[in-house]
């Protein structure tokens, strides 16, 4: 008998027994926090999973397979200049406009591709912080200075969280960087302008199917057109992203065009765009399987369906933490966690080291949607908070979140996961003090 195998087994046993004993079920600060997790994990599922998820996961998968390693290491490499790396990596977000979990794939295929750690990380820290749509949406609703404080953190943070990070592991970037000297870029297989055009209009997709609705009131202006036309305008980019698999990744015509007929059906038969945007999927995933054209396109699915594997399981555990312990807010929907909501409110006021410190850690590990921090920090300044710890939470919550460490964890280890959520930490409170003080 193997005992150190059984002893563990045994205390696997113990402990999902009196987890299950000894559970508060008839204590209403449970009943709560057990809601808010479930409402938040629907959520996540209807609202994010598929607009931001699935789009990134494809996104990051011409990434890996469609952009070339030496293009990588040009840009991104730990012998590239880094002043051009660095510049690059801390305005992705401008781009991009991601959150915290949709820019994961993209920081891991980047990151696979040899990106130096630095470069990556900035990339990993600006893709959700410098978020343009959030950007403006702070500037309009907490005041042009929050705005352009935020952008200043955001772009700052980046580049000095990236340096520290390289020069923290810098054997590990020498070994890198040596290994990079010997590597062979092997010749392209299409002009580099093709590659590009076909991974932004997918990151156009993916920035317009999430374009976010307006403040209450605000029923003009190019926000609210573009809100209001955001499914024609993404239309209009999905029937290049067609063009783009035809004339690029030359897929049959006729496969590409029967499942734009069945995209164009489901929208037209469906209220929700979702189900348009599943099919869609679907029909991308079936053409570029069973293309026999070229077997890149069939190991482009496959890489995505890897980023999925690696990356959802992680997320699920996260959100579902992060509702329990911090509640669910998002929309018009406010539920308590098992740590109360004004206990928060309470300790965010003022500009002290533990405000603007407290206000780093729960916006940390608490998860924001895209541009659900805005409303969620206009009510916590409402209820007391200082300009400060707003900025601070600012800072750290979007590019971080329970889910969004458990991934970085997989992607590049324990060790340095710790060090990147200290550094945004330890930063965002040094900035919130500074600004609380101005």
Request: hydrophobic letters at 60%.
């Amino acid at each position: 008998m193997e005992w150190k195998k059984e002893i563990k087994i045994l205390t696997w046993i113990i402990i999902v027994f009196l987890f299950v004993f000894f559970l508060p079920l008839e204590n209403l600060r449970f009943q709560e926090a057990f809601a808010a997790t479930l409402d938040l994990a629907k959520w996540y599922a209807r609202e994010h999973v598929i607009l931001c998820l699935l789009p990134a996961f494809f996104i990051a998968g011409v990434i890996s397979v469609f952009v070339s390693q030496a293009s990588v290491l040009k840009y991104f490499g730990a012998n590239a200049k880094k002043w051009v790396a660095y510049s690059i990596a801390s305005v992705s977000g401008t781009i991009l406009a991601v959150c915290s979990c949709t820019i994961l794939p993209l920081f891991s295929s980047i990151h696979k591709r040899g990106a130096g750690l630095g470069p990556a990380i900035a990339f990993l820290y600006s893709g959700p912080a410098i978020n343009i749509l959030a950007i403006i949406l702070t500037a309009r609703i907490l005041g042009v200075e929050m705005g352009i404080a935020r952008i200043i953190g955001a772009v700052v943070f980046a580049v000095v969280i990236g340096i520290v990070m390289s020069l923290i592991y810098k054997k590990e970037e020498k070994v890198k960087a040596d290994e990079q000297m010997h590597i062979k870029p092997l010749p392209e297989k299409r002009p580099m302008w093709q590659t590009s055009f076909h991974f932004f209009v997918l990151v156009i997709i993916l920035v317009f199917a999430n374009w976010g609705k307006p403040a209450d009131g605000i029923t003009s202006g190019g926000w609210f057109w573009l809100w209001t036309n955001k499914w024609l305008i993404t239309s209009v980019f999905a029937l290049l992203f067609s063009l783009s698999l035809v004339f690029i990744l030359k897929i049959k015509w006729h496969w590409v065009l029967l499942a734009g007929i069945a995209t164009a059906i489901s929208a037209f038969v469906s209220s929700s765009p979702l189900i348009a945007i599943v099919v869609a999927i679907a029909g991308l995933s079936m053409i570029t399987l069973f293309d026999k054209q070229d077997d890149e396109n069939k190991e482009w699915t496959l890489s995505t369906w890897d980023f999925a594997k690696q990356i959802i399981p992680m997320l699920a555990i996260g959100v579902v933490i992060a509702g329990f312990l911090l509640g669910s807010t998002h929309d018009e929907t406010a539920m308590a966690g098992v740590i109360p909501a004004e206990w928060i409110a309470k300790l965010v006021g003022g500009n002290s080291v533990f405000s603007n410190f407290f206000a780093s850690i729960v916006g940390a590990f608490m998860y924001f949607a895209t541009l659900t921090e805005v409303p969620i920090l206009q009510g916590l300044i409402a209820a007391g908070m200082g300009k400060g710890p707003a900025l601070a939470l600012l800072l750290a919550g979007p590019s971080l979140s329970l889910p969004n460490m458990l991934v970085i964890r997989g992607v590049m280890g324990t060790q340095k996961t710790v060090v990147y959520v200290i550094l945004v930490v330890i930063m965002a409170t040094i900035s919130g003090l500074i600004f609380g003080a101005i």
